[in-house]
Structures are given as structure tokens and as C-alpha cells.
């Protein structure tokens, strides 16, 4: 993914400034929607009081090595005057084979580790993978969409990152827009000026790709500056387009990182209405925290492992996000991570990966489907104290929802709600906390609990 002619980390550092994001939930473009009154003392904690971390993988699809055929066609749209985009690329292979899908797919089953996986729907105009990869044969398309569905779907999401993550196309026809230039890229211009509907039909016509080819989505990735320049309209078509092909409850999609300084990881969760009615609604944004730090989407040299955790485990980017407690969400080409089948962003990750088991007893890997929808019901759901205990109406069902409070109950915490009571078990240790469980500390109390849409309500005494 090349957002422009400077480096991924700058062009992004550059345009969510621009945009107006802020940290602390300041104001920014797309609108927030609505809130439900905040509960005087009583906190909605991370999962399981937990940091969650995630990886985020960009310029994935089946068999294509995307950087392969991406990058003449970005030499094209420049005329020839970026040098960004004169690489050897006729020495890179053109497919990063399904045998390192699967033996990365396994590993980091093995670890535990979550995230999103693009699947780009037409990659770099080869083939769609509805209809047919040229040069790969029926059976091969079919087995590589069955390793997806089978090693990959349990712990990643799966993300069109537009059509072809290179030149537009026209809806009409299903062929790319005869102009070569920036203003028919998907990466560039293209969005510019463009309204909801005109997004939201180019981001179904991807999803819908996906979904004949059998490939489930609950989110969008954007490819470079996609949507840079039509921010409220990228949310509002994507929370149109997911929910219109997939009739997904809380759409997300990724857009934004920041990879140094103070501002806000946190998810943003846009456009919220219905709240309190049968058709509650939202699309949340998910922040990458980290550059693309294990090797380049063109296969530059990575930044390197002590970019994301030093080995002391006490220096680095996620080591800032993960101390004062944000998401923190890392992001990785897979054009790096295969890197020309030398798999030199692959052991980059691994040993990020073992830095932070070592450093860190309280992490919580998640999709970004999972983030979405616990910060979808830690900011949309209405907590209201009473006497004895604390009412919930909820949107959205969240499991591994976790509050804390003061008091000291009279009797086994107890949920109840439209399946009945269910007594939440004591542990001694908040690092124990799971859902239904709860931890006291002094007067101050802990709960863990699955939140179920609707109204319900957590019984203390």
C-alpha cells in the first residue's frame, strides 16, 4: 500500500493532521452521532481490564504478489516521474504462495495473535477472485479461498482494501477507467469530491466480489489516500456498504494511524443513532498505532523489531501505546512480510511478538471486528446506578464487557437479564478475569461480564 510519494508513515502522519483528528476526543470530521449520558462513578474498562493489540495486514490477497503488478501501474499514473516507482519489479515472483499463508496463518494461531487480513477482491487488475486468476488455475483460486475460510477466518478479519488497490474501475463495465493518472487511482484522487452514494456503490462493488467468492466481511481497508480528502462521506459508505452486502451490526473500517507521538489510538466510533430503537447504528474507525515497521509495502528494508518493542522490553511504539493503555494496533504489509519470499517481515514479527510476551502478562489480542464492537458498547451503552445495583440499556451485545466501581456488595454479584440470573464468580486476581467473574480490591469492585443487547442489569445486594 502506497499512499504517495513520501513513506506510508509520513503521508498518514500528514494527512490525519490534516484532517483534523485529535487526541483526548476532540473534535474531528466524521460525526460521533449519538451519546447516551455518561454515569457518574462507574467506568467502562478495556476487555477483561486488558490492553487489546492487534496486527493490521495490508496488500493481502490470494496467490497475487500485489507489489508485482502495482508498481508499474503506479510508474504509469506518475508518467514515469516518480523514482518511488522504478524498482525492479520483473524480478519480484508474481505469487506469494499458499504454503506461507498457511504456515503463518498457523503460527500465529499458535501465539494467539488476532487482526485483519486484506483480501484485495481484483488485485492490481489480474483477476477477479469471483471469476478467475489468469495464470493460476480454477482449483488453485478455490484452494487458496478454502485456506482463508479454514486457517485464516478464526482469528483474523477479512477487509477488501477496494477493488483493485490500483487503477479504478468503472461499475458500468467492470474494466478499469481508460485515464492513467492519480485522478483514477484508487490510491490517490479518485475520492475527491465524490458523494456518499458514489463511495458507498464503489465499496459495495468490492464487498460484493468478496461475497460471491465466499469471503465474509464485517469492514473496509482503504488503499493509500483513499477517502483522505472525503473523510465524513468515507464513513458514512462504509457503514452503508458493509451493512447493505453483508448486513454486518457494527461496520468498521481503516483508515488512520498514528505511529509516533501523544495523540489518541483509540477506536472512534461515528455516526451512532437509534440508540434506544430496534435498528441501533454505527461505524467505527480503527487507529493503527505503529509504521510499517517489518519491511515495506515495495519490500524496503524494515525498521526493525526494536521500532515496535526494544529487547528489554522498555522502549518503542507499542510499549507507549500498551503503558497508558489504548489499543494498540500494529500494521504490516504482507508484500513485506513474505518480502519476496526471503520472509524477512515474518521473523521481524516473531520476535515482536515474543518481546511483547516477555514485557507484558495483560495483553488481549483481538480482530478488529472485536475491538469495533466493544468500543461500539463501551461508549454507546447507557449505564444508569440505582439502589442495589447498576441498569444497562445496550445497543449492541459485547461480551467480555468490564466496569468498575465502589462498593461492597451483600451478596454474589448477579446478572440479570432477558435469559435469566447468572452469579458472577469471585476471583482473586484482576489478571484472572474472565467473563462472568469479578475482582474486589478494598471497596473497589470489578466486574466481567457478557453484556446482552437490550436492557439488563447487574445486581449487587
Known sequence: MNRSNVSRRQFLARATATAGLASGGASWAQSPGARPAA??????????????????????????????????????????????????????????????????GEWCADQGVKGKYSVVPYPACVGRLDRGLPGWTPRELSDSLEL???VMAPNWDFHPEMVTHTRVIDLRTGHPLPEISPRTMENWEWTTGRSVDE????????LQILKEAGIACEGVTTPGGYGNKALPQLS??????????????????FRHLYDSGDESVAPRVELASGLDGPD???????????????????????????KFITADGERGRMVEVIRRGEPAMMLAHWTGIYFN??????????????????????????KLSELSRYWAARELTALMP?????????PFACPEFTLRFRGRPASVPTIQGPDGNRPLQEVNDRR????????????????CFGLPKGISRLVLM
Not at 342 to 356: A, C, D, I, N, Y
Not at 387 to 393: A, K, L, N, V
Request: charged content about 25%.
Open 280 to 306: 441501533p447504528r454505527c461505524v467505527v474507525s480503527v487507529i493503527g498505532c505503529t509504521g510499517d515497521w517489518t519491511g515495506g509495502w515495495d519490500n524496503t528494508e524494515p525498521g526493525g523489531a526494536d
Open 148 to 150: 482463508l475460510r479454514t
Open 199 to 206: 463511495i458507498a456503490a464503489y465499496q459495495a462493488y468490492a
Open 236 to 253: 458514512e459508505a462504509s457503514l452503508q456498504s458493509v451493512r447493505d452486502v453483508f448486513r454486518a451490526e457494527i461496520p468498521h473500517y
Open 39 to 104: 454515569a457518574a462513578g462507574v467506568s467502562v474498562l478495556n476487555p477483561r481490564d486488558r490492553v487489546p493489540v492487534g496486527l493490521i495486514i495490508d496488500d493481502s490477497t490470494c496467490l497475487v504478489n500485489l507489489n508485482r503488478f502495482a508498481m508499474p501501474q503506479f510508474d504509469a499514473a506518475f508518467e514515469h516521474a516518480a523514482a518511488a516507482y522504478r524498482r525492479n519489479w520483473r524480478d519480484w515472483p508474481a505469487e506469494i504462495p499458499d504454503r506461507f499463508v498457511r504456515k503463518f
Open 432 to 447: 484472572r478475569l474472565m467473563p462472568d467473574t469479578w475482582h474486589r480490591n478494598g471497596d473497589e469492585i470489578t466486574v
Open 386 to 394: 440505582s439502589d442495589g445495583g447498576i441498569s444497562f440499556q445496550a
Open 341 to 366: 519470499g526471503e520472509e524477512t517481515g515474518f521473523r521481524v514479527f516473531q520476535e515482536v511478538v515474543r518481546r511483547l510476551k516477555q514485557r507484558f502478562d495483560h495483553l488481549h489480542w483481538m
